[in-house]
Protein backbone atom coordinates (compact mmCIF):
# COMPACT_ATOMS: atom_id res chain seq x y z
CA UNK A 1 0.00 0.00 0.00
CA UNK A 2 1.06 3.39 -0.47
CA UNK A 3 1.46 5.57 2.02
CA UNK A 4 0.71 9.34 1.96
CA UNK A 5 1.48 11.85 4.43
CA UNK A 6 0.91 15.17 4.66
CA UNK A 7 2.20 18.65 6.23
CA UNK A 8 1.61 20.71 8.13
CA UNK A 9 -0.95 19.23 9.99
CA UNK A 10 -2.58 22.46 10.37
CA UNK A 11 -1.90 26.00 8.56
CA UNK A 12 -2.70 29.11 10.20
CA UNK A 13 -2.93 31.86 7.31
CA UNK A 14 -4.36 35.13 7.01
CA UNK A 15 -6.90 36.05 4.44
CA UNK A 16 -5.85 37.25 1.19
CA UNK A 17 -2.00 35.50 2.37
CA UNK A 18 -0.60 32.70 0.15
CA UNK A 19 -0.75 28.99 1.64
CA UNK A 20 1.51 26.43 0.54
CA UNK A 21 0.27 22.70 1.12
CA UNK A 22 2.74 19.60 0.87
CA UNK A 23 1.72 15.59 0.02
CA UNK A 24 4.13 12.97 -0.20
CA UNK A 25 3.93 9.73 -1.26
CA UNK A 26 5.56 6.55 0.13
CA UNK A 27 6.75 5.73 -3.46
CA UNK A 28 6.41 6.98 -6.98
CA UNK A 29 2.94 7.54 -7.95
CA UNK A 30 3.94 8.83 -11.33
CA UNK A 31 1.04 12.15 -11.89
CA UNK A 32 -1.96 10.08 -10.34
CA UNK A 33 -2.41 12.33 -7.55
CA UNK A 34 -5.61 14.56 -6.43
CA UNK A 35 -6.31 17.13 -4.21
CA UNK A 36 -9.57 17.85 -2.26
CA UNK A 37 -10.73 20.10 0.36
CA UNK A 38 -13.58 19.51 2.62
CA UNK A 39 -15.58 21.61 4.72
CA UNK A 40 -17.67 21.00 8.08
CA UNK A 41 -20.23 18.85 7.25
CA UNK A 42 -19.83 18.29 3.92
CA UNK A 43 -18.51 15.77 1.31
CA UNK A 44 -15.09 16.41 -0.33
CA UNK A 45 -14.73 18.71 -3.24
CA UNK A 46 -12.42 18.13 -5.76
CA UNK A 47 -9.90 20.48 -7.07
CA UNK A 48 -7.03 19.08 -8.43
CA UNK A 49 -6.61 15.53 -10.60
CA UNK A 50 -3.80 14.71 -12.59
CA UNK A 51 -1.33 16.62 -9.57
CA UNK A 52 -1.79 20.19 -11.32
CA UNK A 53 -5.05 19.85 -13.70
CA UNK A 54 -7.93 22.09 -12.12
CA UNK A 55 -11.01 20.64 -12.11
CA UNK A 56 -14.04 21.95 -13.55
CA UNK A 57 -15.39 25.33 -12.07
CA UNK A 58 -11.78 25.67 -9.35
CA UNK A 59 -10.68 28.88 -9.48
CA UNK A 60 -7.59 29.57 -10.94
CA UNK A 61 -6.13 30.69 -7.07
CA UNK A 62 -5.40 27.20 -6.89
CA UNK A 63 -2.45 25.02 -8.78
CA UNK A 64 -1.07 22.11 -8.03
CA UNK A 65 2.78 20.82 -9.02
CA UNK A 66 5.29 18.44 -8.46
CA UNK A 67 4.90 14.76 -10.07
CA UNK A 68 6.57 10.86 -8.27
CA UNK A 69 6.27 11.31 -4.47
CA UNK A 70 6.63 14.79 -3.75
CA UNK A 71 3.57 17.64 -4.68
CA UNK A 72 2.37 20.83 -3.56
CA UNK A 73 -0.93 23.02 -3.47
CA UNK A 74 -0.80 26.45 -3.74
CA UNK A 75 -3.82 28.38 -3.10
CA UNK A 76 -2.10 32.19 -4.21
CA UNK A 77 -4.99 34.50 -1.77
CA UNK A 78 -7.21 32.60 0.82
CA UNK A 79 -10.20 33.60 0.49
CA UNK A 80 -13.14 33.22 3.40
CA UNK A 81 -14.16 30.10 1.39
CA UNK A 82 -10.81 28.53 1.40
CA UNK A 83 -10.94 27.35 5.28
CA UNK A 84 -11.08 23.74 5.15
CA UNK A 85 -9.29 20.63 5.44
CA UNK A 86 -7.15 19.85 2.18
CA UNK A 87 -6.73 16.48 1.60
CA UNK A 88 -4.39 14.54 -1.18
CA UNK A 89 -4.72 11.63 -3.23
CA UNK A 90 -3.15 8.55 -4.95
CA UNK A 91 -4.58 6.97 -7.78
CA UNK A 92 -2.13 4.69 -8.93
CA UNK A 93 -4.92 2.36 -8.95
CA UNK A 94 -2.69 -1.25 -9.47
CA UNK A 95 -1.52 -0.15 -6.14
CA UNK A 96 -4.79 0.71 -4.23
CA UNK A 97 -5.78 3.99 -3.89
CA UNK A 98 -4.95 5.80 -0.43
CA UNK A 99 -5.79 9.22 1.10
CA UNK A 100 -3.26 11.28 3.20
CA UNK A 101 -4.34 12.24 6.50
CA UNK A 102 -5.13 16.13 5.56
CA UNK A 103 -3.85 19.50 6.32
CA UNK A 104 -6.64 21.77 8.26
CA UNK A 105 -6.08 25.36 6.95
CA UNK A 106 -7.41 27.76 9.57
CA UNK A 107 -7.89 31.21 9.87
CA UNK A 108 -4.53 33.01 11.52
CA UNK B 1 -24.89 17.87 -13.80
CA UNK B 2 -24.87 14.23 -11.63
CA UNK B 3 -25.99 14.03 -8.65
CA UNK B 4 -25.43 11.48 -6.17
CA UNK B 5 -27.72 10.21 -3.03
CA UNK B 6 -26.72 7.64 -0.59
CA UNK B 7 -29.48 5.91 1.47
CA UNK B 8 -29.58 3.29 3.57
CA UNK B 9 -29.87 2.00 7.72
CA UNK B 10 -28.35 4.90 9.95
CA UNK B 11 -27.58 1.94 12.85
CA UNK B 12 -26.51 -1.61 12.46
CA UNK B 13 -25.69 -3.98 15.18
CA UNK B 14 -22.29 -5.24 15.55
CA UNK B 15 -21.71 -8.47 13.65
CA UNK B 16 -24.13 -8.00 11.14
CA UNK B 17 -24.31 -6.66 7.20
CA UNK B 18 -24.11 -2.76 6.91
CA UNK B 19 -26.14 -2.09 3.59
CA UNK B 20 -26.13 1.18 1.72
CA UNK B 21 -27.22 2.04 -1.87
CA UNK B 22 -26.22 5.13 -4.03
CA UNK B 23 -28.92 6.67 -6.82
CA UNK B 24 -27.65 8.89 -10.01
CA UNK B 25 -29.82 11.53 -11.17
CA UNK B 26 -28.68 13.71 -14.03
CA UNK B 27 -26.60 11.53 -15.56
CA UNK B 28 -25.56 8.00 -16.72
CA UNK B 29 -24.32 4.99 -15.17
CA UNK B 30 -22.49 3.58 -18.19
CA UNK B 31 -18.92 4.11 -19.12
CA UNK B 32 -17.92 5.04 -15.38
CA UNK B 33 -16.50 3.87 -12.25
CA UNK B 34 -18.07 4.48 -8.90
CA UNK B 35 -16.55 4.28 -5.82
CA UNK B 36 -17.85 4.26 -2.19
CA UNK B 37 -15.75 6.10 0.36
CA UNK B 38 -16.03 6.23 4.58
CA UNK B 39 -14.81 8.72 6.91
CA UNK B 40 -14.64 7.76 10.45
CA UNK B 41 -16.30 10.21 13.11
CA UNK B 42 -13.23 13.42 13.08
CA UNK B 43 -10.81 11.43 10.99
CA UNK B 44 -9.52 11.26 7.11
CA UNK B 45 -10.89 9.07 4.46
CA UNK B 46 -10.72 5.94 3.18
CA UNK B 47 -11.24 4.00 0.04
CA UNK B 48 -13.77 1.25 0.44
CA UNK B 49 -14.13 -0.18 -3.49
CA UNK B 50 -14.95 0.85 -7.06
CA UNK B 51 -17.01 -0.77 -9.28
CA UNK B 52 -17.38 -0.20 -13.29
CA UNK B 53 -21.22 -0.24 -14.91
CA UNK B 54 -20.12 -3.73 -16.40
CA UNK B 55 -19.68 -5.15 -12.59
CA UNK B 56 -16.03 -5.22 -12.76
CA UNK B 57 -15.07 -5.08 -8.31
CA UNK B 58 -11.99 -3.86 -6.77
CA UNK B 59 -11.60 -3.61 -2.82
CA UNK B 60 -9.66 -1.93 -0.63
CA UNK B 61 -7.14 -4.83 0.52
CA UNK B 62 -7.75 -4.14 4.37
CA UNK B 63 -11.65 -4.45 3.73
CA UNK B 64 -11.83 -6.55 0.60
CA UNK B 65 -12.94 -10.06 2.48
CA UNK B 66 -15.85 -8.15 4.12
CA UNK B 67 -17.17 -5.95 1.18
CA UNK B 68 -18.99 -6.62 -1.74
CA UNK B 69 -20.18 -3.42 -3.92
CA UNK B 70 -22.55 -4.64 -7.16
CA UNK B 71 -24.80 -2.06 -9.75
CA UNK B 72 -28.72 -2.14 -9.18
CA UNK B 73 -30.92 -3.74 -11.83
CA UNK B 74 -31.38 -0.42 -13.15
CA UNK B 75 -28.20 0.58 -13.65
CA UNK B 76 -28.96 4.12 -11.65
CA UNK B 77 -28.51 2.73 -8.91
CA UNK B 78 -25.11 0.52 -6.84
CA UNK B 79 -24.83 -0.71 -3.46
CA UNK B 80 -22.64 -1.83 -0.64
CA UNK B 81 -22.84 -4.34 1.58
CA UNK B 82 -20.38 -4.72 4.52
CA UNK B 83 -20.33 -8.10 6.83
CA UNK B 84 -19.43 -9.05 10.14
CA UNK B 85 -19.40 -4.85 11.30
CA UNK B 86 -17.65 -3.47 14.50
CA UNK B 87 -17.65 -0.54 15.90
CA UNK B 88 -14.61 0.16 14.22
CA UNK B 89 -17.09 0.38 11.10
CA UNK B 90 -19.14 3.43 11.98
CA UNK B 91 -18.14 6.28 9.47
CA UNK B 92 -19.86 8.50 7.36
CA UNK B 93 -20.37 6.58 4.20
CA UNK B 94 -20.08 8.80 0.63
CA UNK B 95 -20.69 7.18 -2.44
CA UNK B 96 -18.73 8.81 -5.58
CA UNK B 97 -18.28 9.16 -9.37
CA UNK B 98 -15.00 8.32 -10.54
CA UNK B 99 -13.61 11.13 -12.77
CA UNK B 100 -11.73 9.64 -14.77
CA UNK B 101 -11.48 6.49 -17.46
CA UNK B 102 -9.10 4.52 -15.73
CA UNK B 103 -7.97 7.85 -13.47
CA UNK B 104 -9.36 7.00 -9.77
CA UNK B 105 -10.05 10.83 -8.77
CA UNK B 106 -13.63 11.46 -6.97
CA UNK B 107 -15.36 14.42 -9.43
CA UNK B 108 -18.68 14.17 -8.10
CA UNK B 109 -19.69 12.80 -4.05
CA UNK B 110 -22.62 12.29 -2.53
CA UNK B 111 -23.92 13.98 0.76
CA UNK B 112 -22.60 11.04 2.56
CA UNK B 113 -25.08 8.92 5.33
CA UNK B 114 -23.83 8.50 8.82
CA UNK B 115 -24.02 4.84 9.79
CA UNK B 116 -23.98 3.76 13.51
CA UNK B 117 -22.34 0.58 14.66
CA UNK B 118 -24.04 0.01 17.87
CA UNK B 119 -26.14 -2.86 20.00
Known amino acids: EIVMTQSPATLSVSPGERATLSCRASQSVNSNLAWYHQKPGQAPRLLIYGASTRATGVPARFSGSGSGTEFTLTISSLQSEDFAVYYC??????????FGPGTKVDIK | QVQLQESGPGLVKPSETLSLTCTVS????????WTWIRQPPGEGLEWIGYIYYSGTTNYNPSLKSRVTISMGTSKNQFSLKLNSVTTADTAVYYCARVGGTTKFYFDSWGQGTPVTVSS
Open chain 2, 26 to 33: GGSSSNYY
Open chain 1, 89 to 98: QQYNAWLGIT
